[in-house]
Nanobody, 117 residues
Framework: QVQPAESGGGVVQAGDSLTLSCSVS?????????VAWYRQAPGKEREVIGT????????HYADSMRGRFTIYRNYHENRAWLHMNGLKPGETAIYSC?????????WGQGTQITVSS
């Protein structure tokens, strides 16, 4: 069983930057894993932010997320990261990572980010 675990959420001011991490609770990432970051704002559908492959570190972003969001991973820390710049009040949401391993996708519980104006 693969259990993603997000951390780093909280309350920030508009314009602040914040970095979230995604790890495998009780385990490690493996070569072919793909990590995806999503968010879901209140009353809205979940939307993808971007993805990164663990081994190669190849990154892809949703068009609307390019520019202010950066996804990266660190082998030594065994974590994937989502760095966000210039957060806006409308970006208050639950931010989640999922890990695709083989053909199965495992979801974390998510972490709340509240952006105050």
């Amino acid at each position: 069983q693969v259990q993603p675990a997000e951390s780093g959420g909280g309350v920030v001011q508009a314009g602040d930057s914040l970095t979230l991490s995604c790890s495998v609770s009780g385990g490690t990432f493996v070569g072919d894993d793909m990590v995806a970051w999503y968010r879901q704002a209140p009353g809205k559908e979940r939307e993808v932010i971007g993805t990164i492959t663990w081994d190669a570190g190849s990154r892809h972003y949703a068009d609307s997320m390019r520019g202010r969001f950066t996804i990266y991973r660190n082998y030594h820390e065994n974590r994937a990261w989502l760095h966000m710049n210039g957060l806006k009040p409308g970006e208050t949401a639950i931010y989640s990572c999922n890990i695709r391993r083989d053909t199965v996708v495992y979801w974390g519980q998510g972490t709340q980010i509240t952006v105050s104006s």
